[in-house]
């Protein structure tokens, strides 16, 4: 079993910068793919990043790339999401996900076993 505790959400205005942290405990956090992603109200959740513990490679939503960038400590078993130039459009809860171990998986919500209970992020325009 992987806990997975989001934290660093918050209100901000169009323009400025957030970073959100995931911070796992539990089962191996050095061999799983990491993503996040995010739910506006009313709409599905989507994809945002994954970041794969091979590389690590990463893949970004066209949406965020240029602005958002994933990374992660595997020593401190925490995911971060740096997200800068943050819109008004960028407003929803944003999940940290974790997949199984060893699994290379892609960018559909379905691919994760474990997920955070979400940290809300408003930006204000």
């Known amino acids: 079993q992987v806990q997975l505790v989001e934290s660093g959400g918050g209100l901000v205005q169009a323009g400025d910068s957030l970073r959100l942290s995931c911070a796992a405990s539990?089962?191996?956090?050095?061999?799983?793919?990491m993503a996040w992603f995010r739910q506006a109200p009313g709409k599905e959740r989507e994809f945002v990043v994954i970041?794969?513990?091979?590389?690590?490679?990463?893949t970004y939503a066209d949406s965020v790339k240029g602005r958002f960038t994933i990374s992660r400590d595997n020593a401190k078993n925490t995911v971060y999401l740096q997200m800068n130039s943050l819109k008004p459009e960028d407003t929803a809860i944003y999940y940290c996900?974790?997949?199984?171990?060893?699994?290379?998986?892609?960018?559909?919500?379905?691919?994760?076993?474990?997920w955070g209970q979400g940290a809300q992020v408003t930006v204000s325009s």
């Open positions: 996900a974790a997949a199984e171990s060893r699994r290379l998986v892609g960018t559909a919500a379905t691919e994760y076993k474990y």
């Open positions: 539990g089962r191996t956090f050095s061999n799983r793919a």
């Open positions: 970041i794969n513990w091979i590389g690590p490679t990463t």
